[in-house]
């Protein structure tokens, strides 16, 4: 792990080629997090991995969150490895939800969108498909950006904090008259 | 009504489906037209150079559970593959979302369900450092010990069943024989032969039994001439060393730009294993090596799983001898069930009990990833903390999900049958893929 001063560091080295990107720097649970701009991301991912004395190259994960009740809603977070000094760096980005400004429903003020980072690291692929399946973020320059876990015609994003557990009808002999056309 | 039969009619004649109306002559022109035309165009492919799109699964029985490959064949030959998930998503992570903190653990154990130990402890053990807990080094001694006895049974499992695949039967009753000998273990200790839940937050749930070490020992004894004897079953066989040697090879680089960990990364010639690099638990106190492969073909990943295994029984072995003494499970009441013959004696006890069992601890708001080393390489739990009784994210990072897609690089250009081999090599467990 880089230390609180070594994340100081890497976030002013971060700063000096773009402006406004790290919004906070943070080090809790002897782990370094870095919050960042969405816009700013790939800067970001670009920097620690090409850097010659950061080297972070392997990407180990790529997950969102849903905070529903804080703003901004989302963020997708990327844990990042460097092999050679074994030091974690975790990367946070921060989204909006174009749907929270003005009260309408996804399908009007559209998704939140962030640029995918499969160029730089193809692993990503899978795991931001799983994001967008499961949270409705879409991955800008994504190749292949289908759901993933879910049937390709499922209306909705099922990890969401305001989406219901349960909703799924079941069926059953004893309650298949109740759902009709279900073979269909 | 005169109208309406008349367009009826019309119809009819438009579509051509009426025999009468249709001049014979007219069809029979076509249709030596049709002849000329696939005359001038030359021979049709041969049968080797089409191009054919085959669905292979969901119901397969070599994908090792529900998993869809569309592939695209030339002859027999791959030239592409697309997997296609999700057939056995069940929602875990949405319903432990719905579960307080200690009622997680049962649900994560069953998304991959041959390395249920492993799932725990990266749960388990996300929790206790957002919570800041130690826990006893008993404990610690207690998980590595059943997770090395897991890390076995997995790679028992896919040595039988890829054995299988490949076509030497007799590896797959032998393999599930050792493999009961650890499920008997579990039993021993947990009372459950799978999905033991045996891992608390805050250490383990139970001591082990007395007699519970002589038989691990004389597993110990064991095992190693067991995987002699299967080494000595696979490795002259003509047919496995055909199928398996340079087939599937994909290089380290492409391997590491893929987040493929775990024995296929270690089969390409890259040691990488968390249990050295950023020790866990007690890991540091072990003597244990990582076997690596040279090419990173399908009989390097055999290799080093049977290697794996070898190494396993070796920090089993150590694992028993420094065994400390002392308790099991930590003893900070806000977060540990109270001893059970505490409730009839202390009231404090009985609140904390209470408590624990109706709301559950509070874990402070916070997020944490906390990787492991699961026989499939690095298991990453991501865990979100609002404050509350419940968590609001539970993530999993498998490595079954993320090796998958090494699946096409390995494949591509490859034959059908070697295919087989690959899925086989790579080791998938849907139930971690779909999670």
Redesign the interface.
């Known amino acids: 792990m880089p230390d609180a001063p070594g994340l100081e560091l890497i976030a002013q080295g971060i700063e000096e080629g773009r402006q406004n990107t790290v919004i906070e720097t943070s080090f809790e649970h002897d782990r370094a997090t870095l919050v960042v701009n969405p816009e700013g991301v790939l800067h970001v991912l670009t920097w620690l991995r090409d850097t010659p004395e950061q080297g972070y190259t392997f990407l180990a994960s790529v997950h969102a969150a849903d905070y529903l009740p804080a703003t901004p809603r989302f963020a997708v977070h990327y844990e990042l490895l460097c092999r050679e000094r074994v030091e974690r760096i975790h990367v946070k980005a921060l989204l909006e939800d174009p749907a929270a400004a003005n009260g309408d429903s996804p399908s009007e003020a559209g998704l939140p969108e962030i640029d995918s980072c499969t160029e730089l690291f193809p692993t990503a692929d899978y795991q931001e498909r799983e994001a967008d399946d499961f949270f409705g973020i879409v991955f800008r320059g994504h190749p292949d950006l289908r759901r993933i876990a879910m049937p390709d015609e499922y209306v909705g994003w099922p990890q969401r904090r305001d989406f219901p557990i349960g909703g799924e009808p079941v069926l059953y002999t004893h309650n298949e008259i109740e759902a009709p056309r279900w073979f269909e | 009504m005169a109208d309406e039969t008349f367009r009826d009619e019309a119809e009819v004649t438009e579509r051509g489906i009426d025999p009468f109306t249709e001049d014979p002559a007219a069809r029979l022109a076509e249709q030596i037209a049709e002849q000329a035309e696939r005359e001038l165009e030359g021979p049709g492919l041969e049968p080797e150079q089409e191009v054919l799109t085959i669905n292979m699964g969901p119901h397969h029985p070599a994908t090792h559970g529900v998993l869809r490959l569309i592939v695209t064949l030339q002859g027999e030959q791959v030239i592409d593959l697309v997997p296609v ?2 057939y056995l ?1 069940t ?1 875990i ?3 432990c ?2 579960k307080s903190y200690w009622k997680v653990i049962p649900f994560v154990e069953r998304m991959d369900y041959l390395s249920y130990f492993f799932q725990m402890e990266a749960y388990c053990g996300c929790i206790e ?2 919570v800041g807990l130690e826990i006893p080094p008993r404990a610690k001694y207690l998980r590595i010990l059943h997770m090395e006895l897991d890390r076995i049974m997995s790679h028992l499992v896919w040595l039988g069943t890829t054995a299988l695949d490949i076509g030497a039967i007799s590896m797959l009753w032998y393999c599930f024989r050792e493999r009961d000998r650890i499920l008997d273990l579990f039993e021993m200790s947990s009372g459950q032969r799978m999905h033991t839940r045996y891992f608390q937050v805050g250490g383990v749930f139970e001591d082990i039994p007395a007699g519970f070490e002589q038989k691990v020992r004389a597993f110990c004894e064991e095992m190693p001439v067991r995987i002699d004897q299967y080494e000595a079953l696979l490795d002259r066989n003509e047919i496995f060393l055909h199928r398996t040697r340079d087939v599937g090879v994909v290089s380290r680089e492409r391997m ?5 960990t775990g024995p296929l990364l270690r089969a390409a010639g890259e040691p ?1 294993d968390l249990r050295k ?2 020790p866990y638990l007690a890991y540091g106190d072990f003597d244990f090596k990582i076997p690596i492969g040279t090419v990173g073909d399908g009989y390097d990943r055999y290799r080093v799983r049977l290697q794996e295994m070898r190494e396993s029984v070796r920090i089993i072995e150590q694992c028993l001898d420094g065994l400390p003494e002392g308790p099991w499970i930590a003893d900070d009441r806000k977060y540990v069930l109270p001893p059970r013959d505490e409730l009839s004696t202390s009231m404090e006890a009985l609140i904390h009990h209470f408590k624990l069992v109706t709301e559950g601890y509070r874990v402070p708001p ?4 906390y ?1 492991i080393e699961s026989p499939r390489g ?1 298991l ?1 739990c ?1 865990v ?1 903390a ?1 404050g509350s009784s419940k968590p ?2 539970v ?1 999993f ?1 498998d490595p079954s ?2 090796n ?2 090494s699946l096409r690089d390995m494949s591509v250009g490859g034959l059908i049958a070697d295919l087989i081999q690959n899925l086989g090599m790579l080791d998938p467990i849907i139930g971690g893929v ?2």
């Open positions: 998930m999700g998503h929602g992570e949405k319903s979302e719905d450092r957002l590491l730009e893929l987040g493929v990488w690099a950023e916070g997020e944490l990833y990787p690095e990453g991501f979100v609002d609001a994210r993530h990072r999900f993320v998958l897609q779909d999670r």
